[in-house]
């Protein structure tokens, strides 16, 4: 199915509330689509933290369309699972149109308490800085990545973000300014990490023929979308020293996209990955196969997964510049992409864009890949 209009709101911190951030979103989707909000047949709407009826919350500040409308949770995938659940919709022929919003006006400080055993959120394992840690560390005793590996993933992504107007955080920082900036949970610093903020992003889909008979742009595509959840031979956070002998939920939902839109991972010309501390997005290079394991660090180290690289990683500045808006982050990705796609990116844009992928990854846990092509 086709991508005919995404629209965003700005990340970062705001004065007004959850409703009007989505409200702009959703604006800037029809209009950049150039259809009416009676046109779509039903609206997914993905957040965390804001109470009961929040999709109608924002959705009706524009108009009561009368159509299905939906909240979807799965955490930091929320708005991945929102997006394929649209897709599943138009596939199936029981829609022609979904809006896909996502929306977040998250509290400040870091995540506690989600997807975790009682004991394990009692003994603070629950608080994600620490099990980002655990993973940061098995990933250091596993492979040859180092301290400064990881603090050279938040050099390259905030490099990024210098030319994202839609990014909290638009400054470069030094290697030297990332490993001296407040510890955390060791081997993490403050700047290794993504702040939990406010934001919110749209995408309508449609069906293929539809946006042709309405002589609508529907060069963008989705073209594979992997979505799974946890499986019993899976690692996960927190879970050190057992990963080597087990699989990945990432890996998973990769290789579903990709075998779905018929691409290899060498056909990628850049990646929005789920890069919510700096050896997560190492992390993602194996399981989305940019590189096999224990080739983490050589990748980053080449230049590869930079601006100009042959696949770069996170031009948008990822979420380590952006920060997190958990509802709205993996819609958020796709917005970069569709970007990239049409050529529109300005001083980030990756020459001769043809096929995106997106990575989210969720407590809980959902993994949701999906593949973008123009």
């Known amino acids: 199915m086709s991508i005919v209009g995404v629209g965003i709101h700005p990340f970062g911190r705001f004065d007004h509330g959850y ?26 709407v993905a957040n965390v933290g804001a109470e009961m009826a929040k999709g109608h919350n924002v959705v009706n500040r524009m108009r009561y369309i009368g159509k299905p409308i939906v ?25 022609r149109t979904v809006l896909c919003l996502g929306v977040e006006k998250a509290p400040r400080g870091f995540i506690a308490g989600s997807g975790f055993e009682s004991w394990q959120i009692e003994s603070g394992l629950g608080v994600n800085p620490l099990y980002f840690a655990f993973q940061a560390q098995d990933l250091m005793r596993d492979t040859d990545v180092t301290v400064e590996d990881l603090a050279d993933v938040a050099v390259k992504n ?54 042709a008979r309405r002589g609508l742009d529907n060069s963008v595509r989705i073209t594979g979308i992997g979505l799974v959840s946890r ?7 927190p879970a050190p020293s057992l990963q080597s002998d087990m699989s990945s939920m990432s890996a998973r939902a990769a290789d579903l996209a990709l075998s779905q839109a018929g691409v290899q991972i060498e056909d990628i010309d ?21 590189c096999k394991k224990g080739e983490e660090a050589q990748l980053l180290r080449s230049g590869a997964t930079a601006l100009g690289g042959t696949v770069p990683v996170n031009v948008s500045g990822g979420l380590l510049s952006k920060g997190e808006p958990l509802g709205a982050s993996g819609l ?7 970007t990239q796609l049409r050529g529109t990116a300005g001083a980030r844009q990756v020459d001769d864009a043809t096929v995106g992928l997106s990575h989210v990854m969720g407590a809980g846990h959902n993994s949701c890949v999906v593949v973008v092509q123009r």
């Open 158 to 211: 905030h490099k990024h973000s210098v030319h994202n107007p839609n990014a909290m955080y638009r400054k470069e920082f030094t290697r030297e300014q990332v490993l001296d900036s407040r510890p955390v949970c060791d081997p993490l610093t403050l700047l290794m990490l993504c702040a939990p903020n406010e934001g919110a992003a749209a995408v309508l889909l449609m069906d293929r023929n539809e946006a």
């Open 19 to 44: 409703r009007q951030i989505g409200e702009v979103a959703m604006r800037e989707c029809f209009v950049d689509a150039g259809v009416e909000p009676e046109d779509v047949d039903m609206v997914l």
């Open 231 to 237: 499986a019993a031979d899976d690692w996960f956070v």
């Open 270 to 290: 850049l990646v929005e990955c789920q890069d919510t501390d700096a050896a997560s997005e190492l992390i993602a290079y194996r399981d989305l196969g940019l």
């Open 332 to 338: 958020g990705q796709i917005h970069e992409l569709v």
């Open 71 to 95: 909240n979807v949770e799965a955490a930091c995938a929320s708005g991945g699972s929102a997006l394929s659940l649209g897709a599943s919709m138009i596939e199936s022929g029981a829609a």
